[in-house]
Antibody
Framework: QLQLQESGPGLVKPSETLSLTCSVS??????????WGWIRQPPGKGLEWIGT???????YYNPSLRARVSRSMDTSKNQFSLTLRSVTAADTAVYYC????????????????WGQGILVTVSS | EVVLTQSPGTLSLSPGERATLSCRAS???????LAWYQQKPGQAPRLLIY???SRASGIPDRFGGGGSGTDFTLTISSLEPEDFAVYYC?????????FGQGTKVQI
């Protein structure tokens, strides 16, 4: 059974860097049929797509965050990571990692499995 | 970016009643690239519908989706107690992929 689990610090200071890791079990992140992505949800608000990764290295980002976001994948550990630089209070949110079914090969597709989410608060 | 506007914001219904949720897009979205999710308090969203009308694995057939162009609908034919939650639509037609603001279905 596929499981995704986010990990990382729950508190980050303004202007610093947020780093989160998603550990995947029950399936390999090396897959021709799936992407791996990040979505966030500020407290009490809606969902925002952050970015989507493919094992080959292809990466798709929300333009609103592209300048501050980078990714990495560790296929030996079956993990992928999110780095968000220069955070502000507006980056306070629950961050979800998720599997995304590949549809057209342009980073698109529905998110069919989600991690439980991790709350990250940006505060001094 | 494609803005998805969901209505109503809150839907107050009773178990056994039919729920109809709307998602309107600011520009045309192919029905192949529209999904619906359910989110309960403290939980991650769960995929219900993809491709506008295809149910995800394990989703009961009381959940149905439809629509095309700029207007899409999620229908719950007969509400069960576990269906009271927030529902989001999501388009993956035009990047950046976006979500609606949600409709809360409450008792």
């Amino acid at each position: 059974q596929l499981q995704l689990q986010e990990s990382g610090p729950g508190l980050v200071k303004p202007s610093e860097t947020l780093s989160l890791t998603c550990s995947v079990s029950g399936a390999s992140i090396i897959s021709d049929n799936f992407y791996w992505g990040w979505i966030r949800q500020p407290p009490g608000k809606g969902l925002e797509w952050i970015g989507t990764y493919y094992y080959s290295g292809s990466t798709y980002y929300n333009p609103s965050l592209r300048a501050r976001v980078s990714r990495s994948m560790d296929t030996s550990k079956n993990q992928f990571s999110l780095t968000l630089r220069s955070v502000t209070a507006a980056d306070t949110a629950v961050y979800y990692c998720a599997r995304q079914t590949l549809v057209r090969g342009i980073g698109d597709g529905p998110f069919d499995s989600w991690g439980q989410g991790i709350l990250v608060t940006v505060s001094s | 970016e494609v803005v998805l506007t969901q209505s109503p914001g809150t839907l107050s219904l009773s178990p056994g009643e039919r729920a109809t949720l709307s998602c309107r897009a600011s520009q045309s979205v192919s029905s192949r690239f529209l999904a619906w999710y359910q989110q309960k308090p403290g939980q991650a969203p769960r995929l219900l519908i993809y491709g506008a009308s295809s149910r995800a694995s394990g989703i009961p057939d009381r959940f149905g989706g439809g629509g095309s162009g700029t207007d899409f609908t999620l229908t719950i034919s007969s509400l069960e107690p576990e269906d009271f939650a927030v529902y989001y639509c999501h388009q993956y037609d035009t990047s950046p992929w976006t979500f609606g603001q949600g409709t809360k279905v409450q008792i």
